[in-house]
């Protein structure tokens, strides 16, 4: 199984920064794609950025030029940096990853965070 604890979320006001982490452990074979989605209340759950494990990245094209999405892979950790928040990027973020596992190294599952509460007053 694989484990994603993300960090960093909170309040802030329009035009501020947030970082948000997210950390993956267990017992991980490897790890291809990382990603940030979110879920604004009564909205589906939209995917923000991602990353591949040749740090190839993709972003919405509503957070282009403000989010930046990173990864260190010795960590199995993904980073997701956003700057010039908008009251419109309220959400819950989510990070996802698909990795394989030791137990089943020829597999690939896909994992979820619990999710972390972004705020951006105005």
């Known amino acids: 199984q694989v484990q994603l604890v993300e960090s960093g979320g909170g309040l802030v006001q329009a035009g501020g920064s947030l970082r948000l982490s997210c950390a993956a452990s267990?017992?991980?074979?490897?790890?291809?794609?990382m990603d940030w989605y979110r879920q604004a209340p009564g909205k589906q759950r939209e995917l923000v950025a991602s990353?591949?494990?040749?740090?190839?990245?993709n972003y919405a094209d509503s957070v282009k030029g403000r989010f930046t999405i990173s990864r260190d892979n010795a960590k199995n950790t993904v980073y997701l940096q956003m700057n010039s928040l908008k009251p419109e990027d309220t959400a819950v973020y989510y990070c996802h990853t698909a990795a394989t596992t030791w137990g089943s190294p020829g597999r690939e599952y896909d994992y979820w965070g619990q999710g972390t509460q972004v705020t951006v007053s105005s």
């Open positions: 267990g017992s991980i074979f490897s790890i291809n794609v």
């Open positions: 990353i591949s494990s040749g740090s190839v990245t």
